[in-house]
């Protein structure tokens, strides 16, 4: 099927993807509504790159032929449907960056067009949607997160005290005051092991924070665009990041 | 030029504009399409088995005036096939011009 617009063949070719449950079909997306961009961007008309492109089954068809019958059943599970990303379900889309961003807008061309613009059932929707599950959503999650700095803290601080308290002992027990046998030194790697853990649990802190800043920044813009018809915030790390693989 | 002949050799195209320096889909595929007839569309396919094959990569760049960029550029291992695959053209289409001209077992 050959169309004329960028918004059908888009959609034309995403439902031949999905109907022939071809991998990786966001990525395959992507690089044709890109290729639309290159083309809008060098002042070609929508109808010129749609013909210069060809005919969508054909474009599926080389897909097939190129990997060769090589779809795996795992592949086969993950059709195209499931990796559009719905308006819906913004925390699905919480850590997945840029590329998921981008894959969005490039598999859903219509539903972008949908956004453009404030609705009334929209707003009304996204209000809804903030009072009844983004706020308790958020504030479980954030308790959760004091809790997580709460215990890295008493496990970096412990692991410090013990490991200085061990040290203290064993200035007491080489200036001859009393006996302290191995008890210095296994106090000393207790001290050392609490405080890698508390390392640890600082990463994990710093990882669910700054999921916890795009999960808000993905409800922010999610309001944004019912209200004003596009994003007002960028999610942290989207400039230069490199595809997932 | 046949469809059958200009597939065997697309990829040899790829290949060697990719050695030369990273393009993004839409400048590369205007490479081609401009020394070829081609449908566009069939070379994203085949860019797709390049990829999966560990011969190409890409990778996204941001842009100050537009939506961000997917640029591919060739692998280490893009870079041997390229160089197999140019030798193999260079003397396969050697021994089709000399029977072309006539001027086979004439030394």
Same mark, same amino acid.
């Given at each position: 099927m050959t169309y004329t617009t960028r918004a059908d063949f888009m959609s034309g070719l995403r439902e031949a993807l999905g109907r022939n449950n071809i991998p990786d079909a966001r990525d395959i997306l992507i690089d044709f509504d890109q290729h639309f961009d290159g083309g809008a961007a060098a002042g070609e008309s929508e109808a010129d790159v749609c013909a210069k492109l060809g005919d969508v089954d054909e474009i599926v068809k080389q897909y097939i032929s190129e990997t060769d019958g090589r779809f795996t059943e795992a592949q086969k599970e993950t059709p195209v449907q499931e990796t559009v990303? +719905?308006?819906?379900?913004p925390e699905k889309n919480m850590n997945t960056g840029d590329f998921a961003q981008t894959a969005k807008e490039a598999s859903a061309p219509e539903i972008k067009n949908e956004r453009s613009g404030p609705s009334a059932g929209g707003i009304v929707g996204v209000i809804f949607m903030d009072i009844f599950l983004f706020s308790w959503t958020l504030i479980t999650l954030l308790s959760l997160i004091i809790s997580l700095y709460a215990v890295t803290i008493a496990f970096a601080a412990s692991g410090i005290a013990i490991f200085v308290g061990a040290i203290m002992i064993a200035a007491v027990g080489a200036a001859g005051f009393i006996s302290t046998g191995f008890a210095p030194i296994s106090l000393i790697f207790c001290g050392i092991m609490m405080c890698a853990f508390g390392g640890m649990l600082v990463i994990a802190s710093i990882a669910a924070t700054r999921g916890f800043i795009n999960l808000i920044i993905a409800v922010i813009n999610l309001n944004a665009r019912r209200f +004003?018809?596009?994003?007002v915030c960028r999610k942290i790390g989207r400039k230069y990041r490199e595809e997932r693989d | 030029m046949q469809t059958q002949l200009k597939r065997g050799t697309l990829e040899l195209c790829v290949l060697t504009i990719l050695c030369r320096c990273d393009r993004y889909g839409y400048e590369l595929v205007n490479i081609i399409s401009d020394c070829m007839h081609i449908t566009e569309g069939t070379i994203y396919p085949l860019m797709k088995r390049l990829k999966d094959a560990g011969s190409i990569d890409s990778y996204i760049v941001e842009s100050q005036e537009g939506p961000p960029r997917k640029y591919y550029r060739i692998t280490e291992s893009g870079r041997k096939i390229q160089k197999e695959q140019e030798s193999e053209w260079r003397s396969f289409s050697e021994a089709i011009n000399k029977l072309i001209n006539g001027e086979e077992g004439s030394k």
């Amino acid at each position: 099927m050959t169309y004329t617009t960028r918004a059908d063949f888009m959609s034309g070719l995403r439902e031949a993807l999905g109907r022939n449950n071809i991998p990786d079909a966001r990525d395959i997306l992507i690089d044709f509504d890109q290729h639309f961009d290159g083309g809008a961007a060098a002042g070609e008309s929508e109808a010129d790159v749609c013909a210069k492109l060809g005919d969508v089954d054909e474009i599926v068809k080389q897909y097939i032929s190129e990997t060769d019958g090589r779809f795996t059943e795992a592949q086969k599970e993950t059709p195209v449907q499931e990796t559009v990303i +719905t308006d819906n379900e913004p925390e699905k889309n919480m850590n997945t960056g840029d590329f998921a961003q981008t894959a969005k807008e490039a598999s859903a061309p219509e539903i972008k067009n949908e956004r453009s613009g404030p609705s009334a059932g929209g707003i009304v929707g996204v209000i809804f949607m903030d009072i009844f599950l983004f706020s308790w959503t958020l504030i479980t999650l954030l308790s959760l997160i004091i809790s997580l700095y709460a215990v890295t803290i008493a496990f970096a601080a412990s692991g410090i005290a013990i490991f200085v308290g061990a040290i203290m002992i064993a200035a007491v027990g080489a200036a001859g005051f009393i006996s302290t046998g191995f008890a210095p030194i296994s106090l000393i790697f207790c001290g050392i092991m609490m405080c890698a853990f508390g390392g640890m649990l600082v990463i994990a802190s710093i990882a669910a924070t700054r999921g916890f800043i795009n999960l808000i920044i993905a409800v922010i813009n999610l309001n944004a665009r019912r209200f +004003t018809g596009h994003n007002v915030c960028r999610k942290i790390g989207r400039k230069y990041r490199e595809e997932r693989d | 030029m046949q469809t059958q002949l200009k597939r065997g050799t697309l990829e040899l195209c790829v290949l060697t504009i990719l050695c030369r320096c990273d393009r993004y889909g839409y400048e590369l595929v205007n490479i081609i399409s401009d020394c070829m007839h081609i449908t566009e569309g069939t070379i994203y396919p085949l860019m797709k088995r390049l990829k999966d094959a560990g011969s190409i990569d890409s990778y996204i760049v941001e842009s100050q005036e537009g939506p961000p960029r997917k640029y591919y550029r060739i692998t280490e291992s893009g870079r041997k096939i390229q160089k197999e695959q140019e030798s193999e053209w260079r003397s396969f289409s050697e021994a089709i011009n000399k029977l072309i001209n006539g001027e086979e077992g004439s030394k």
